[in-house]
């Protein structure tokens, strides 16, 4: 056995969060792919057999009261509430990301126009996830703003009393840079404008602190860190101080303050409920709330300090595994600007990543010369990470 493989060892010995793993279903295979679709908690069969069988097979309509239908959307998150740092009430479950990025990045433009004329700016993150840039540039062309889209370090100098609106990435996609989500909020905040994050990749990998930042408004979705399985529902964050001024652009019945008055005009529900639009989708929401067990009793700070030493562990155990300048890492070495992947420069990433997988270690590929591993703390073992560097070692050399 190497001494990386006794090391290892060791680290897993040591490692408080390691029964976690017995909580998921899992094989053989080194899963780095949890930044992409979350592995399956052991637990969520059978609670969607039950939800599919009793709660809609026998109970029928009556689930909407008598299995909490209708309430799921606030209560589970409150269940996200506090892993992202959130009083309860400020959080709806539903819908995708993309349209809760519609939802949150029209609102703050009405916010914004609440606090006086002018603000006719709207900044995006220029390196963001595709679809926050589509569909910012769409907010934009409606509410009659122009898109400007800046780094996330151009952003301090790019704002003033122009900006309506900033949206930002907690973490970057690509790279695993983490932002400085505190930083960056109160910049936006001393230029009057309002912060609206996406957390989708570091939600449930590291603290977020949305109230303690006063961040305004975020999004993020289910489906990666938090395990909610494949489609499972983003949600949706309003501070509360906001939420009387929350103004959907998609206000839908189920946000209405009298859902089932059927009345012809709008009146918006208040608190977290203010965010939903349609009918939730129950099967795949109660998968979330299912998977969102196994984070009884873990605090999200243990997490956080499991991811670092795991990417430490990654970065080292690639370096003594393969040859110098082979793969670059483009994710920050220094704690505080990464995330909970290690994103490795290789020019033919394309036909590496295939080969990895054939072998038993699966992480992504981003275009166009990405290799992408994500390390989910409460699954992800030292042991796999030192087999990891050592399959990418062999594929590679
Ligand atoms: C940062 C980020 N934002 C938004 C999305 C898109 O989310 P959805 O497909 O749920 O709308 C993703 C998907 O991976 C993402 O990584």
Same mark, same amino acid.
């Given at each position: 056995m190497s001494e990386l493989a006794r090391r290892a060892e060791k680290l897993d010995a040591e490692d408080a969060l390691a029964p976690l793993r017995s909580r998921f279903v899992l094989d053989d295979v080194v899963y780095l792919d949890g930044n992409s679709l979350g592995a399956l908690p052991a637990g969520v069969p059978d609670r969607i057999a039950d939800v599919v069988r009793r709660q809609w097979g026998e109970l029928r309509i009556r689930s909407w009261e008598e299995s909490g239908w209708w309430t799921a959307p606030e209560r589970i998150g409150d269940r996200i509430a506090p892993l992202v740092g959130a009083a309860?009430?400020?959080?709806?479950?539903?819908?995708?990301?993309?349209?809760?990025v519609f939802k949150a990045l029209v609102a703050a433009v009405r916010m914004a126009d609440l606090r006086g004329p002018g603000r006719d700016e709207l900044l995006v993150d220029a390196t963001t996830f595709p679809t926050d840039g589509y569909i910012a540039? %769409?907010? +934009?062309?409606?509410? @009659?703003?122009?898109?400007?889209? /800046?780094?996330?370090?151009?952003?301090? !100098?790019? =704002?003033?009393?122009?900006?309506?609106?900033?949206?930002?990435?907690?973490?970057?996609?690509?790279?695993?840079?983490?932002?400085?989500?505190?930083?960056?909020?109160?910049?936006?905040h001393?230029?009057?404008?309002?912060?609206?994050?996406?957390?989708?990749h570091s939600a449930g990998a590291l603290p977020v602190g949305l109230d303690e930042h006063g961040v305004d408004l975020a999004v993020g979705c289910t489906y990666k860190y938090l395990n909610g399985g494949p489609g499972s529902p983003a949600y949706l964050y309003v501070r509360r101080s906001l939420q009387g001024d929350f103004d959907?652009?998609?206000?839908?019945?189920?946000?209405h303050a009298e859902p089932?008055?059927?009345?012809? %005009?709008? +009146?918006?529900?208040? @608190?977290?409920?203010?965010?939903? /639009?349609?009918?939730?989708?129950?099967? !795949?929401? =109660?998968a979330l709330e299912a998977a969102l067990d196994v984070w009884d009793g873990v605090r999200v700070e243990a997490v956080r300090a499991k991811s670092l030493a795991l990417t430490d562990f990654f970065l080292e155990c690639v370096g003594a595994r393969t040859e110098p300048g082979r793969v670059e890492p483009v994710t920050p070495a220094a704690h505080a600007h990464r995330g909970s992947q290690i994103a490795l420069r290789c020019p033919d990433a394309a036909e590496v990543m295939p080969a990895l997988i054939a072998r038993g270690v699966v992480g992504d590929f981003?275009?166009?010369?990405?290799?992408?591993?994500g390390f989910t703390p409460l699954y992800v073992s030292f042991t796999d990470v030192e087999r990891a560097a050592r399959v990418l070692g062999e594929v590679l050399n």
């Open positions: 309860p009430g400020q959080i709806v479950v539903g819908d995708s990301t993309s349209v809760n540039e %769409s907010a +934009a062309r409606l509410t @009659g703003r122009t898109l400007r889209p /800046v780094t996330p370090d151009e952003v301090p !100098s790019a =704002l003033s009393d122009r900006t309506a609106a900033v949206l930002l990435n907690h973490v970057d996609y690509r790279t695993g840079r983490l932002h400085d989500l505190p930083a960056l909020t109160a910049a936006v001393s230029a009057g404008a309002l912060a609206v994050w996406d957390l989708c959907s652009p998609l206000p839908g019945w189920n946000s089932f008055g059927m009345s012809p %005009s709008y +009146a918006p529900a208040p @608190g977290a409920q203010r965010g939903r /639009v349609g009918t939730p989708d129950i099967l !795949s929401m =109660l981003r275009h166009p010369d990405i290799l992408r591993f």
